[in-house]
Every structure is written in structure tokens, then in C-alpha cells.
């Protein structure tokens, strides 16, 4: 996963600049992901040259970060709980550091192991790392058993005006050359990674100047790039309760589909996915069980498929293997699908329920994936009775 930030507009005064704060923990959440870096494990460290007492089956790894390294030693004996130590200083000695958490949990029928721990960035600073591991006897998980993934909770507090409009917001660790910022221009709080989304080293227009963001020996930097871009739309409202964007378009079988007029008196799912799409399938048995059960009191489903180019034939025999008697638009455009970019479409399954009579959207992937779905559309379903 790429860093990233989320950008919130506040007022400011006319300047481009670019404010850091330093933050030592809980940077992760606020930035909302991570890149988790591999650790592999050995036998033996040169790195070590004191060890806690009292180890019965201790691997050694290390922490690397900005050219930093830190030794640590998880220790697993089989009948008691594992422990981890980092060397958080830097000094060869594991016995003189913060103690670290490091605790089993049950995630989906299989063992997790995960914990915090805080290394010494230097300059005074202290950052907060997250570490995980996966079961190292579960053979689905076989060629991470001598692995332990880490991803920095320490980060930034990052501050960027445009043209006199402040944004503030956070990033996980160092920013780099693979930065990119959500820039929530809308103030919607829904990041588009279209029309939002700002990359170290690329330049943007969402203020009506062209800048391009850059970053050197982790700190952000931001200029007026050398070509002018027009300035980007801003994203489709696409919040429960706005409208949803009306098109003509062609259906898989040859006939004409306008939206949302021609679901008139009933309420539609419309369900952006491609036959190569792992989730949008594993989606397909909620999809057709609400189907099956409320197609006959005005339920519809319409596919909007991300497939490639001259695959109409191969997307008809899969659904007709699949069971999906519903209508189909395939333009074989995959990513640079029109409808996709009205819609604003960056990753699939992407679902809306929409009103057939007034094109509300009724709900967002919140409340239409799962195995809920079908009691979901009943609710939505019998709310329109009552009315």
C-alpha cells in the first residue's frame, strides 16, 4: 500500500508552503494505511551482543528504516507465550530497551500474532513501529514462517496550502518519492484517488495553479510546476441521498439502457466488476441470493464490467455459468471504462443502490456487501410499501 494522506480544507492566508509535525505514534490511523516491510528471521545475529535471559526458541531479525537498523529477537517456545525484544537504541544490548507488546489473536480460522514497539529515530525522537506475523505452522502461510512484517505507526502532521487554501492532514513514516496525498477537496471526507490524489514528483491542479509536490531526505516541498494543467473536476457526490448520474448506454445483449428511467418503480443495484475481480466474485452468491428472493417485488441488478478488450463473449458465458440473468454493460475498456471515470470508479466491487424513480442513491458498499444484502434490500424494499 502506498503512504498516504488525507488532505482537509481550512481556511489560510495566500501562501504555498508545506508544514510538518512530527507525531511518535498513532500516525497509521490517522493516515488511514501502511506498507508493511519484511523482516526475515535466522538462527544467530551479529547484531546481538547481549540477550535477555531465560530464551528457549529465539529468531533474530532486524528493523531497517531510513538507514537505520534495529536488532530484535522473537522468542516462541511452544508452551508459553512468545515474546519480542528490540534493540530500541541501537546499541547491541536488548536488555536495556522498552518493553514491547506482542499478544496471539483468532482472525478468520487462523492465528495472528501482532504487537508495538519504539525505536530511537534519532534527534531526540522516539518512533512507534507495528509488527505482525502469521502463524508460522499454518501451511497456507508457509513461506512467511520465518517472517515478521513491520510498518511505521510514527509519522507526520502534514499542513499544504494552494492557493490560500490550507489542507491538513497525516502520513505514516518518512514521506518519499512515493507519496501521494488525498487532498479532500470537497470536504466530504470520501477520498477519490482521481480527482484527490497527489503523487510526489506529478503535477496537479486543483486550485486553479498547477504544483507538483516534492520530497527530499523526508521532508515535503511544494512548487509551481513548470507546465499548466486545467483544473480538475472535483468528484460526483456520490453520498447517500444525492442523485445518481444518469446514462445511455448499450447492454451486453445489443438492447439500449437509459438510467435510471428505465427502472422505473423499482430500486437497482448497480454493481461495477470484472471477471477477474477475486472480491466481485466472491460478492456473487449475496448478489444473487437478493436477487433471487426480491427480483419479483422490484429488486434489479445492473453490471458495469471492467473487463478488457475483446472479452463481450468470455463476460456472457461467465455470467450465464454464473447464473446472473441481470443486464450487463461490457465496454472492454478495463480501467478507462467510461462509465467508470463518470463515476469515479478506482477500485471494484463498487456498488450503489439507487431509487428507480427519482435516482436517490439509497445506500453505498456499507450496507451491500455481505451476507446481509438480502435482508438489507428487504428493509429498503418494504420502506417503500409503507410510504
Not at 518493553?99 to 496471539?104: G, I
Not at 501521494?180 to 470536504?187: I, K, N, T
Not at 477475486?278 to 444473487?288: F, M, Q, R, S, T
Not at 443502490?353 to 442513491?361: F, K, M, R, Y
Request: charged share 25%.
Amino acid at each position: 500500500m502506498i503512504t498516504a494522506l488525507l488532505l482537509c480544507a481550512l481556511s489560510g492566508p495566500v501562501d504555498e508552503s508545506v508544514e510538518m509535525k512530527f507525531i511518535e505514534a498513532g500516525a497509521t490511523a490517522k493516515a488511514g494505511g501502511y506498507s508493511p516491510i519484511r523482516a526475515e528471521m535466522t538462527e544467530a545475529s551479529d547484531l546481538v551482543k547481549t540477550a535477555p535471559e531465560g530464551l528457549a526458541a529465539p529468531k533474530y531479525g532486524k528493523l531497517e528504516l531510513g538507514g537505520k537498523t534495529w536488532a530484535f529477537i522473537l522468542d516462541e517456545p511452544a508452551d508459553a507465550a512468545a515474546r519480542l525484544f528490540v534493540d530500541a537504541d541501537g546499541d547491541g544490548d536488548l536488555t536495556n530497551d522498552p518493553a514491547c507488546e506482542w499478544s496471539a489473536r483468532e482472525q478468520g480460522g487462523m492465528t495472528m500474532y501482532e504487537g508495538k514497539a519504539s525505536v530511537d529515530l534519532g534527534d531526540g525522537r522516539m518512533g512507534a513501529l507495528g509488527m505482525y506475523r502469521f502463524d508460522p505452522t499454518d501451511p497456507r502461510r508457509a513461506a512467511l514462517a520465518k517472517t515478521l512484517l513491520y510498518y511505521t505507526d510514527f509519522g507526520y502532521e502534514v499542513t499544504l496550502k494552494l492557493d490560500g487554501t490550507s489542507y491538513t492532514s497525516f502520513v505514516s513514516g518518512v514521506p518519499g518519492e512515493r507519496t501521494r496525498l488525498w487532498v479532500d477537496r470537497d470536504g466530504n471526507g470520501v477520498p477519490s484517488a482521481k480527482l484527490e490524489s497527489v503523487m510526489v514528483g506529478r503535477p496537479f491542479n486543483y486550485t486553479g495553479t498547477t504544483y507538483v509536490l516534492g520530497a527530499s531526505e523526508g521532508t515535503l516541498s511544494l512548487s509551481i510546476a513548470d507546465t499548466e494543467l486545467p483544473m480538475a473536476p472535483l468528484p460526483p457526490n456520490l453520498a447517500v441521498g444525492s442523485v445518481a448520474l444518469p446514462f445511455e448506454a448499450t447492454g451486453l445483449d445489443g438492447s439500449p439502457v437509459k438510467f435510471p428511467e428505465d427502472y422505473k418503480g423499482k430500486i437497482v443495484l448497480v454493481d461495477f466488476w470484472a471477471t477477474w475481480c477475486g472480491p466481485c466474485i466472491a460478492e456473487l452468491p449475496n448478489v444473487k441470493a437478493a436477487y433471487s428472493k426480491w427480483h419479483e417485488e422490484g429488486f434489479e441488478v445492473l453490471g458495469i464490467s471492467f473487463d478488457q478488450p475483446e472479452m463481450a463473449e468470455k463476460v456472457k458465458e461467465f455470467c450465464e455459468k454464473q447464473e446472473m440473468p441481470w443486464q450487463q454493460i461490457y465496454e472492454g475498456k478495463f480501467w478507462d471504462t467510461d462509465l467508470g471515470t463518470m463515476y469515479d470508479v478506482s477500485s471494484i466491487p463498487f456498488v450503489l443502490l439507487v431509487d428507480g424513480d427519482t435516482g436517490e442513491i439509497l445506500a453505498t458498499r456499507e450496507k451491500l456487501r455481505g451476507p446481509g444484502l438480502t435482508d438489507f434490500i428487504g428493509s429498503v424494499l418494504e420502506e417503500r410499501k409503507s410510504r
